[in-house]
Structures are given as structure tokens and as C-alpha cells.
């Protein structure tokens, strides 16, 4: 099993950056750890992944946003800069530990933190 807990969020102005953290607890390995955002209104989307220390991000985020893993301290990381208001939304720090299949899919996450927001002002 394992247990996530999301930090980080705030506001920020446009333009401005954030540093998102998440902490992950348990004696399972998640090969795949994950960020994604839900604003008021719309569906939980994919942000970013890192899996086998491998990087995915969204389109409207590469570029601006960076996925980092500490393995050694059960740790992910989002660096977001260059912010903009459609940045806006409640992130998720997402963990797999087994199956396979779609990175960008919430469904393949099968352990969530209870979300940060974050709000861009313009």
C-alpha cells in the first residue's frame, strides 16, 4: 500500500513559478508516480509522470513544468514556471504499483493524495 501527501500549492502570479512536493509512504515500490490537476467544472487530467525515472508531460505543460523522483526519500516532485491562470486547479500527486497501460490515464493510478491547489492570478 501506499500513502501520498501533497504540498506545495499556493498563490502565485502569472508568470511566477511553484514547487510542488508529494510524499510518499509504504514498503511498495510505485514504478509509476504522477501529477494531475482538476479545475472546477472539468475532469482530473493528466499533468506529468515519472515512470522507471522516465519523464512524460502534458502539451500544455511541456516546457514549463519539470518531474523529478528522490527514490531514496519516497519523494516526487513538480517545478512549475512560467505559470499561467489556466494553471489553475486542485493537483494530484498519483502512485501505480502494478498493471501497465495508458501513462496519461487517472485509471492506472490506483493510489491518490487528497490534492493541493494552486491558483495563478493574472
Not at 491562470?85 to 486542485?90: G, N, R, S, Y
Request: aromatic share 14%.
Amino acid at each position: 500500500q501506499v500513502q501520498l501527501v501533497e504540498s506545495g500549492g499556493g498563490l502565485v502570479q502569472a508568470g511566477g513559478s511553484l514547487r510542488l512536493s508529494c510524499a510518499a509512504s509504504g514498503r511498495t515500490f510505485a514504478y509509476a508516480m504522477g501529477w494531475f490537476r482538476q479545475a472546477p467544472g472539468k475532469e482530473r487530467e493528466f499533468v506529468a509522470t515519472s515512470v522507471w525515472s522516465r519523464a512524460y508531460y502534458a502539451d500544455s505543460v511541456t516546457g514549463r513544468f519539470t518531474i523529478s523522483r528522490d527514490n531514496s526519500k519516497k519523494m516526487v516532485y513538480l517545478q512549475m514556471n512560467s505559470l499561467k491562470p489556466e494553471d489553475t486547479a486542485v493537483y494530484y500527486c498519483a502512485a501505480a504499483i502494478g498493471g501497465g497501460g495508458n501513462y496519461h490515464s487517472p485509471s492506472l493510478y490506483g493510489y491518490w493524495g487528497q490534492g493541493t491547489q494552486v491558483t495563478v492570478s493574472s
